[in-house]
């Protein structure tokens, strides 16, 4: 019985770690905080952003928030079944920041029009030209 019970449990365990290939965009999301790792095309770096790099968390509940590298925001996003995305009434603190390209952040984070995601990284485009590059805070 024992011999029994201990093969059930391996087999729940190694069930409950499978892959995550049957995920949703949505559900990819909202597994990690995202921390921007470029910025149109360029690595970014703490002396674009010396108060921090900017991060993005996305809610089961199509609510987004963060930080822009110097202030806190939030607002909403949608997600369409050809990949396209919709963030909006984005809303931030408004703290002063030399020398913070912040501005240029939740700009191109609320303009985007098109996602790709994986497990490891999400590339936000704009008529289908990478923008924003974000991979899981550590």
Not at 117 to 135: A, W
């Amino acid at each position: 019985m024992k011999k029994i019970l201990g093969i059930i449990a391996v087999a729940a365990f190694v069930t409950g770690c499978g892959s995550t290939k049957g995920d949703t965009p949505q559900q990819m999301l909202t597994t990690s905080t995202w921390e921007l790792q470029s910025i149109q095309g360029k690595k970014a770096t703490m002396e674009d952003f010396a108060n921090g790099m900017p991060y993005v968390n996305f809610a089961a509940d199509y609510k987004i928030n963060g930080k822009g590298g110097c202030n806190n925001f939030s607002g909403s996003y949608n997600l369409n079944e050809e990949g396209g995305i919709n963030i909006s009434r984005l809303v931030s603190t408004k703290m002063y920041c030399d020398g913070v390209r912040e501005n240029d952040f939740l700009q191109l984070l609320e303009t985007s029009d098109a996602v790709d995601v994986d497990k490891d990284k999400i590339t936000l485009l704009k008529q289908t030209k990478e923008v924003l590059v974000l991979v899981p805070k550590k």
